[in-house]
Protein backbone atom coordinates (compact mmCIF):
# COMPACT_ATOMS: atom_id res chain seq x y z
CA UNK A 1 0.00 0.00 0.00
CA UNK A 2 1.42 3.71 -0.77
CA UNK A 3 0.87 6.12 2.04
CA UNK A 4 1.18 9.55 2.19
CA UNK A 5 4.77 10.77 3.91
CA UNK A 6 3.49 12.40 6.25
CA UNK A 7 2.06 9.56 7.85
CA UNK A 8 5.02 7.85 8.12
CA UNK A 9 7.72 8.77 10.91
CA UNK A 10 10.77 6.94 9.86
CA UNK A 11 12.90 4.76 7.49
CA UNK A 12 15.67 3.27 7.15
CA UNK A 13 17.11 1.27 5.25
CA UNK A 14 17.63 -2.38 6.65
CA UNK A 15 19.52 -3.98 3.71
CA UNK A 16 17.25 -6.70 3.19
CA UNK A 17 17.04 -6.42 -0.50
CA UNK A 18 13.54 -7.45 -0.51
CA UNK A 19 12.63 -4.77 -3.27
CA UNK A 20 15.12 -6.49 -5.43
CA UNK A 21 13.59 -9.27 -5.46
CA UNK A 22 9.46 -8.88 -5.03
CA UNK A 23 9.20 -5.69 -7.74
CA UNK A 24 9.57 -4.91 -11.07
CA UNK A 25 12.51 -2.49 -11.71
CA UNK A 26 12.68 0.15 -14.55
CA UNK A 27 15.13 1.69 -15.91
CA UNK A 28 15.10 4.93 -17.99
CA UNK A 29 16.04 4.69 -21.53
CA UNK A 30 19.72 6.20 -21.18
CA UNK A 31 19.70 3.98 -17.90
CA UNK A 32 18.58 1.23 -20.28
CA UNK A 33 21.63 1.64 -22.55
CA UNK A 34 24.56 2.20 -19.89
CA UNK A 35 23.74 -0.68 -18.15
CA UNK A 36 23.19 -3.05 -21.00
CA UNK A 37 26.30 -1.33 -22.59
CA UNK A 38 28.53 -1.74 -19.26
CA UNK A 39 27.51 -4.82 -17.66
CA UNK A 40 26.88 -7.09 -21.23
CA UNK A 41 22.91 -7.93 -19.79
CA UNK A 42 19.82 -7.68 -22.17
CA UNK A 43 17.71 -5.39 -20.47
CA UNK A 44 13.49 -6.31 -22.04
CA UNK A 45 11.35 -3.43 -23.28
CA UNK A 46 8.15 -4.07 -21.84
CA UNK A 47 4.79 -1.67 -22.36
CA UNK A 48 5.38 0.09 -19.37
CA UNK A 49 8.93 0.78 -20.18
CA UNK A 50 12.76 -0.88 -20.09
CA UNK A 51 12.50 -3.79 -17.34
CA UNK A 52 15.75 -4.57 -15.35
CA UNK A 53 13.43 -7.58 -13.18
CA UNK A 54 10.59 -8.69 -13.33
CA UNK A 55 8.67 -8.55 -9.61
CA UNK A 56 9.60 -12.02 -7.84
CA UNK A 57 12.57 -13.04 -9.49
CA UNK A 58 15.87 -12.05 -7.89
CA UNK A 59 17.97 -9.11 -9.83
CA UNK A 60 20.43 -10.11 -11.89
CA UNK A 61 23.00 -7.84 -9.86
CA UNK A 62 21.94 -9.11 -6.61
CA UNK A 63 24.54 -10.78 -4.96
CA UNK A 64 26.23 -12.90 -1.90
CA UNK A 65 29.34 -12.29 -0.29
CA UNK A 66 31.06 -15.22 1.47
CA UNK A 67 29.16 -14.27 4.96
CA UNK A 68 25.81 -14.28 3.54
CA UNK A 69 25.26 -11.17 3.04
CA UNK A 70 23.64 -9.80 -0.10
CA UNK A 71 24.57 -6.62 -1.95
CA UNK A 72 24.23 -4.85 -5.44
CA UNK A 73 27.09 -5.39 -7.75
CA UNK A 74 25.98 -2.19 -9.37
CA UNK A 75 25.75 -0.21 -6.13
CA UNK A 76 27.40 3.05 -7.49
CA UNK A 77 25.34 3.02 -10.74
CA UNK A 78 22.28 2.12 -8.64
CA UNK A 79 19.41 2.79 -11.05
CA UNK A 80 17.09 6.07 -10.17
CA UNK A 81 14.18 3.28 -9.44
CA UNK A 82 16.62 1.24 -6.77
CA UNK A 83 17.93 4.52 -5.30
CA UNK A 84 13.70 5.95 -5.16
CA UNK A 85 12.71 2.74 -3.23
CA UNK A 86 10.39 2.34 -0.90
CA UNK A 87 9.53 6.10 -2.13
CA UNK A 88 6.65 6.85 -5.04
CA UNK A 89 7.81 10.46 -6.37
CA UNK A 90 5.15 11.75 -8.71
CA UNK A 91 4.55 15.45 -10.43
CA UNK A 92 1.05 15.24 -9.83
CA UNK A 93 -1.44 13.50 -6.46
CA UNK A 94 -2.22 10.08 -6.64
CA UNK A 95 -5.24 10.95 -5.05
CA UNK A 96 -6.60 14.34 -6.20
CA UNK A 97 -5.06 18.02 -5.58
CA UNK A 98 -5.98 17.90 -2.25
CA UNK A 99 -3.52 14.98 -1.62
CA UNK A 100 -1.77 17.84 1.20
CA UNK A 101 -0.20 14.98 3.34
CA UNK A 102 1.89 13.31 0.36
CA UNK A 103 2.82 17.11 -1.07
CA UNK A 104 6.63 17.48 -0.62
CA UNK A 105 8.22 21.63 -1.59
CA UNK A 106 11.30 21.13 -3.18
CA UNK A 107 11.97 24.56 -4.17
CA UNK A 108 10.05 28.23 -4.61
CA UNK A 109 6.32 27.27 -6.18
CA UNK A 110 8.09 24.01 -6.60
CA UNK A 111 7.22 20.64 -4.98
CA UNK A 112 6.52 16.76 -5.52
CA UNK A 113 4.02 14.69 -3.99
CA UNK A 114 5.50 11.60 -1.83
CA UNK A 115 4.39 8.31 -1.20
CA UNK A 116 5.85 5.29 0.70
CA UNK A 117 5.50 1.36 -0.35
CA UNK A 118 4.57 -0.17 3.48
CA UNK A 119 6.16 -3.52 2.87
CA UNK A 120 9.51 -2.00 3.08
CA UNK A 121 10.47 -3.72 6.42
CA UNK A 122 12.52 -0.47 6.83
CA UNK A 123 9.68 1.96 7.39
CA UNK A 124 8.79 3.38 10.90
CA UNK A 125 12.33 2.78 12.00
CA UNK A 126 15.78 4.25 12.41
CA UNK A 127 15.63 8.04 11.20
CA UNK A 128 13.25 10.61 10.67
CA UNK A 129 11.39 10.01 7.64
CA UNK A 130 11.72 13.72 6.30
CA UNK A 131 15.54 13.68 6.76
CA UNK A 132 15.64 10.44 4.76
CA UNK A 133 13.06 11.75 1.66
CA UNK A 134 15.40 15.03 1.69
CA UNK A 135 18.26 13.06 1.09
CA UNK A 136 16.63 10.73 -1.69
CA UNK A 137 15.51 14.02 -3.18
CA UNK A 138 18.70 15.52 -3.57
CA UNK A 139 20.14 12.44 -4.49
CA UNK A 140 17.91 12.05 -7.79
CA UNK A 141 17.98 15.64 -8.27
CA UNK A 142 14.70 17.08 -7.72
CA UNK A 143 16.13 19.59 -5.29
CA UNK A 144 19.33 21.00 -4.48
CA UNK A 145 21.72 20.06 -1.39
CA UNK A 146 21.43 23.55 1.19
CA UNK A 147 25.02 24.29 2.60
S1 LIG B 1 12.99 -3.41 1.11
FE1 LIG B 1 13.37 -1.51 2.19
S2 LIG B 1 14.77 -2.05 3.88
FE2 LIG B 1 14.81 -3.73 2.39
S3 LIG B 1 16.57 -3.23 1.05
FE3 LIG B 1 14.70 -2.41 0.08
S4 LIG B 1 14.62 -0.28 0.79
FE4 LIG B 1 16.03 -1.36 2.16
S1 LIG C 1 20.16 -2.92 -9.30
FE1 LIG C 1 20.91 -3.34 -7.26
S2 LIG C 1 19.53 -2.20 -5.90
FE2 LIG C 1 18.51 -2.38 -7.92
S3 LIG C 1 17.25 -4.23 -7.80
FE3 LIG C 1 19.23 -4.83 -8.64
S4 LIG C 1 20.44 -5.50 -6.87
FE4 LIG C 1 18.72 -4.29 -6.11
Redesign the pocket.
Known sequence: MLIPWRKVDAW?????????V?YNVYLTSWEAEWISRAYGIHIELTPKGWRLKRAGEPCPFLRRDQYGRSYCLINMDKPRACVS??FVITRRPLRGESDKLAYYPTGRDRGVYVYVRD?????GRGVPLEKALRRTLIKLGYMRRVA
Open positions: TCLRCFYCCEFPDCPGV
